[in-house]
């Protein structure tokens, strides 16, 4: 079955316009009258949340930790996006767009990527008319720097804690709804289930996890917000509790699964250095606009880098890349840092590493101009590392840090199972293959602000009004099965720990279904995968109560959910037999070693339907159609 | 008038109410030091000063009054305050370290304000209601330092005092919001100093009394 | 160098909100010095749970120092006694082999424990909802660069805005005060000009949910400061104190 994403006809320019007009609208005094569920209170639900009630909707918001501000998106650090082109430096709608869809590696949905485009200014000026820091020039005007593999400078930053000012942004405003009595909030609650009642949705089932209860919510729209599933790898730059638990129970509820093998490897991370390590820590990729990266020439060489003379270092980037330079796409710097190591070049305890250097940018900035850039970030670094990236060069090492892949989705940002929307990183549409710098922010507040309160009005509107009540039997349904599976979690008492079987599971990950990929071992990966789970369901210990704060249960449920998802991100690398941005099969590889794309048979994403369990799942496609940008090799020579 | 109330009711007005109470209290104690001064001039110079200060009549009666008034709200509002904030954490801690942000006048001030508030008590009954019809200030003083406790009580007093105003000085500032970080260091120092002052100044009295007798 | 040490904890353990709690005294061997606190708990709680006991409850998230959502006192101090750190980037090599190390959960009326060293913080969201926003609706912003903000302000403004709502300061203030929190976002706002219209009606509403709430007074004692992980300076308590009295008795 072909998938339609409803795109709008008409030029791409003029699409959005079109669209805004066409959607059916809810009248103002009918809004309230209307419940929405959004799940997550990242940069996408914070903001989504607070919009929707500000239109007078009735929204009722649930997320993991014990504060909305709490959401994943604080961490981000690097900047968002927009076209404003304040630096008059050449900058556009037209030309973030493309940038987007070629970052993409031409696997994104145009018409989503425009509207984003657009909007990115939008953001900008809501943002700082709530009173975010964003970085000032002199004169009082924002200021902009370039970022991650853009030739422009577009990105706006509030020092290394954009994500955070972003987010606590969002935060205020829906604070002020919940102030307003617009939004009531849920924070320590975990989706378990979404409700669909004759094929809509219309509610989900959350465990309280201060005392166990599991709870019915009703609402005439749900709208999941839950972020990426990077954690699947268990090492990752997301949170501890960033899961694929909401997304993947959808899935299971009949709600497509986009391009999951679609992962992001983010170059700039600290090494993992021991077994005991619970999560990586990204370096802002702002670094590498003054760090030099590179590696000794000679393999195996132990000196100390200051030992190493400049004859006998590779500035690889610089080196292969020279209108690039260090500032190639994301997977472009993963790849070649992973190909250094391999060659026996990496530098560090495990020789899993390779330098990032300010002594250039020192000597010829002066270390205040570059502290006031990456004070906190140097800071950061010397924190865990106890070394100091202004005397020794920084070690890095790439990591997993976002996710492409998503629920799959319309252009109203609808899944295929009507009233159920999904926003920010938890859906597929906007970044392909691979996604560009400081374009994730851009994406969870475009979503949030500007695109779902017009969309769900459309849905609203144009949809017969059923009420639901939380008695009925789909939600009984719901909830036995929520508590069955607790209770099955809670009854194996086996013999190894949640989190040991997170680690064997993301070993698995990193090592077949990372960074490259090979047919030969995705297959066997497949294989170990399903072992494990097995293992898993009859070996696991989680000790404590169901009816208490209970963290191993909680994890134990996002494992069990990691342990089926692993599977299917593989059977997806598997069936993309093709190399594009973050999926690499090592079998497609132009001779530059750059990812070789198949455009006749692969210019699709790949959306799976769950048809039961032990099943395969069903594959649908969605034909993706450039009419706007022209598909070619990538190349960042 | 609601205003009044809820603007000094809350926290922050509390606060308030303590630092001009508090600082007006610095002020009376730079006053009451420069006089206390002329006791080095000998025995007519400190009568000579009582007598001027009698002479004021109803002006120092006022004055007396504000005083008093003021020292009850500091001595209630702080009260309030010390009673709020042990219930502010009902549970306390099994270990408890500082960061090095509060100083040994911050962390006591309650009890040196108890103790202040005792050795005033005491203070007035020995000094100002007492009978003068047939003596002088001077003689009620010298007798009374003549003994060597009374020496030790007023210059432990004065310590405590100094004490209580090694914070008290720069928290005023702090208080009505005149902190900026060029002249912070600048207050914190005089406070110190007046802090100093204000123990050695009193402290010193008595010793000299005590020698003189 | 990364070595192994040895340490024995006495973790406060508590059911619930109404429970007792006490001390239990648990001993974490063989823990790297690269490792995070966190980590070394993780450890710990990894042979509970293989000794089939309850592990130890304890609130984390991003583990890189922003989220906020980490913090127990260690040693009578929270988030322990590096200077600038969250409990989640304190590392292992500031302890010696052979250290007892006290873990108690932060302490104050306004935080009720849930459980062990898990607390309930959602009373600084309720200052929040109070006032620490900017009255504006999505769509009809005027464009960014039509508001000019000096950049020294701009600093200033986020210098305060980096509070990441741990409650260390509540934490660690003799009076058990939330007023190092909630200064930081009147003084954000109070310092940008998109806050100014509703300065003084957020400085009020503020502070007089903070009062509600049950947090101690402030009593200028500069724990917090010396305590907060992200070194939110007094001086935007002091500019809290000025705009609450401006809105009292000005406005
Ligand atoms: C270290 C780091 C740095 C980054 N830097 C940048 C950058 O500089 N620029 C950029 O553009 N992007 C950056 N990113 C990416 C970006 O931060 C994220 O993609 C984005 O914030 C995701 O936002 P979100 O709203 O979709 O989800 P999140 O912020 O992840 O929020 C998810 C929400 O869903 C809730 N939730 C999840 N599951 C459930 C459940 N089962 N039940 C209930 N609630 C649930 C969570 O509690 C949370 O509130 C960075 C990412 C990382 C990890
Ligand atoms: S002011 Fe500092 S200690 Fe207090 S909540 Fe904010 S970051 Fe934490
Ligand atoms: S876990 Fe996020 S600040 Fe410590």
């Known amino acids: 079955m072909a998938l339609d994403a409803k795109i709008p006809g008409g030029p791409i320019a003029e699409k959005w316009d079109r669209h805004r007009f066409e959607l059916k609208l809810v009248n103002p005094a009918n809004k309230r009258k209307f419940n929405v569920i959004v799940v997550g209170t990242g940069l996408a639900g914070g903001s989504a949340s607070a919009t929707l009630a500000e239109l007078g909707y009735n929204v009722k918001t649930f997320c993991i930790q014990d504060s909305p501000r709490r959401a994943h998106s604080i961490a981000a650090q690097g900047g968002i996006n927009a076209a404003k082109n304040y630096p008059n430096d050449g900058d556009s709608i037209w030309r973030l767009f493309y940038d987007t869809v070629k970052g993409g590696d031409f696997r994104a949905r145009e018409a989503n990527v425009y509207r984003l485009a657009q909007v990115s200014n939008d953001i900008i000026d809501q943002c700082v008319a709530q009173g975010i820091p964003f970085a000032r020039d002199y004169g009082g005007l924002l200021d902009n720097r370039s970022f991650g593999g853009a030739q422009v400078s577009r990105t706006f930053y509030a020092r290394g804690q954009t994500g955070q000012q972003l987010l606590l942004g969002a935060y205020s405003a829906l604070m002020r709804q919940v102030a307003a009595g617009k939004v009531q909030m849920f924070p320590r609650r975990e989706m378990l289930d979404v409700v669909l009642v004759d094929g809509h949705a219309k509610g989900i089932v959350v465990r309280n996890m201060i005392n166990g209860a599991v709870e019915r919510h009703a609402a005439d729209a749900v709208v999941l917000c839950t972020g990426g599933y990077g954690n699947v790898f268990f090492l990752s730059t997301n949170a501890m509790a960033s899961n694929v638990t909401a997304a993947f129970r959808a899935y299971k509820k009949g709600a497509f699964f986009a391009n999951p093998c679609f992962t992001q490897i983010h170059p700039t991370c600290i090494p993992v250095h021991g077994t005991f390590q619970s999560k990586l820590t990204l370096m802002s990729e702002s670094l590498r606009n003054d760090g030099r990266v590179w590696v000794p020439k000679n393999p195996g060489d132990k000196r100390t880098p200051e030992q190493i003379p400049e004859a006998d270092r590779d500035y690889y980037l610089e080196n292969k890349y020279p209108s690039f330079g260090n500032l190639v796409p994301r997977d472009v710097a993963s790849r070649n840092a992973k190909e250094q190591c391999d060659m026996g070049k990496g530098v560090g305890e495990t020789g899993q590493a390779v330098y990032l250097d300010f002594a250039d940018a020192i000597h010829r900035d002066g270390r205040d101009v570059i502290a006031k850039k990456y004070g906190n970030l140097f800071q950061m670094y010397e924190k865990i590392t106890a070394d100091d990236p202004y005397q020794t060069p920084m070690m890095i090492y790439p990591a997993i840090h976002y996710t492409m892949g998503g629920l799959w989705v319309d ?33 969870g507040l475009a979503d949030g602000y500007f695109v779902l309160p017009y969309t769900i009005g459309g849905y609203l509107a144009g949809t017969a009004k059923a009420d639901v009540t939380t008695g009925h039997k789909a939600f ?77 249960l909680e994890r134990a449920g996002r494992v069990a959910d990691f342990l089926e998802f692993g599977e299917l991100m593989i059977v997806d690398a598997l069936a993309r037999q093709e190399s594009c941005g973050g999926h690499f099969n090592e079998r497609f590889e132009t001779e530059e070693h750059e990812a070789l794309r198949d455009d006749d048979n692969f210019c ?34 | 008038m609601n205003w009044i109330t809820s603007t000094l009711g809350s926290s922050i007005g509390k606060k308030l109410l303590m630092a001009i109470t508090g600082f007006s209290f610095c002020g009376f104690l730079a006053a009451h030091l420069a006089g206390n001064l002329t006791i080095y001039g000998g025995k007519d110079a400190f009568n000579g000063y009582a007598e001027h200060l009698h002479a004021l009549g109803p002006l120092l009666t006022v004055a007396e009054l504000v005083l008093l008034s003021f020292f009850l709200v500091h001595v209630i509002t702080g009260l309030i305050l010390y009673l709020q904030n042990l219930k502010a954490r009902p549970v306390r801690y099994a270990v408890n370290k500082t960061a090095g942000g509060r100083t040994f006048g911050s962390a006591t001030m309650p009890y040196t304000g108890a103790l202040l508030l005792a050795f005033i008590v005491f203070h007035l009954l020995n000094f100002s209601f007492v009978d003068k019809t047939n003596t002088t200030i001077f003689n009620i003083v010298s007798s009374a330092f003549s003994s060597p406790v009374y020496v030790v009580i007023y210059i432990l007093a004065m310590v405590v005092a100094a004490v209580h105003v090694s914070h008290g000085f720069w928290s005023t500032f702090q208080t009505v919001g005149a902190n900026h970080p060029k002249y912070m260091p600048l207050i914190q120092t005089v406070g110190i100093a007046f802090a100093v002052v204000v123990g050695i100044g009193f402290g010193f009295l008595p010793i000299y009394i005590f020698l003189l007798a | 160098m990364t070595k192994t040490i040895n340490l024995t904890l006495k973790v406060w353990r508590q059911n619930g909100p109404k429970n007792k709690g006490r001390f239990d005294t648990y001993h974490a061997e063989n823990i790297s010095t690269d490792m995070s606190f966190l980590e070394m708990l993780d450890v710990v709680n990894d042979q509970l749970t293989i000794d089939g006991k309850e592990p130890i409850a304890f609130d984390h998230d991003c583990r890189e120092g922003i989220c906020g959502q980490c913090g127990c006192v260690v040693n009578g101090r929270p988030h322990g006694a590096e200077k600038g750190t969250t409990l989640c980037q304190l590392h292992m090599r500031h302890f010696d082999n052979g250290d007892t190390i006290a873990i108690e959960p932060f302490r104050a009326m306004a935080f009720n424990v849930i459980k062990d060293l898990a607390v309930d913080r959602s009373a600084l969201d309720k200052i929040i909802q109070a006032g620490g926003y900017v009255s504006v609706n999505t769509g009809g912003a005027q464009d960014a660069n039509a508001i000019l903000v000096p950049q020294e302000v701009a600093d200033l403004a986020m210098d305060a805005a980096q509070c990441i709502g741990c409650g260390a300061c509540v934490a660690s203030c003799p009076n058990a005060s939330a007023m190092l929190f909630t200064s930081a976002k009147v003084s954000q706002l109070a310092l940008l000009p998109q806050g100014k219209p509703e300065a003084a009606k957020r400085a009020i509403n503020m502070v007089r949910t903070m009062d509600e709430l049950g947090f101690g007074n402030c009593s200028n004692e500069r724990e917090c400061e010396a305590e907060c992980p992200k070194e939110i300076s007094i001086t935007n308590i002091a500019r809290l104190n000025r705009e609450y009295f401006k809105a009292g008795f000005f406005s």
């Open chain 1, 411 to 443: 252009y109203n940002l609808m899944s295929n199972v009507p009233g159920l929307f999904v926003l920010g990183e938890a859906n597929f549409s906007d970044h392909g293959a691979n996604r560009l710098g400081a374009s994730a922010l851009m994406q």
């Open chain 1, 604 to 637: 699709h994403a790949a959306a799976w339907e769950h048809s039961g369990d032990g099943r395969e799942p069903e594959f649908h496609k969605e034909p993706l159609v450039f009419e706007n940008v022209k598909l070619t090799q990538r190349s960042y020579k």
């Open chain 1, 476 to 552: 009984d349904e719901s909830e036995k099965q929520v508590t069955g599976r607790i209770d099955r979690l809670m009854s194996i008492d086996g013999k190894r720990t949640v989190d040991d079987f997170h680690k064997t599971l993301g070993r698995i990950m990193w090592e077949y279904c990372g960074m490259a990929r090979n047919n030969e071992g995705l297959g066997m990966a497949r294989g170990m995968i399903q072992e494990l789970r097995a293992e898993f369901w009859e070996n696991v210990r989680v000790p404590g109560n169901a009816a208490d704060f209970n963290q191993s």
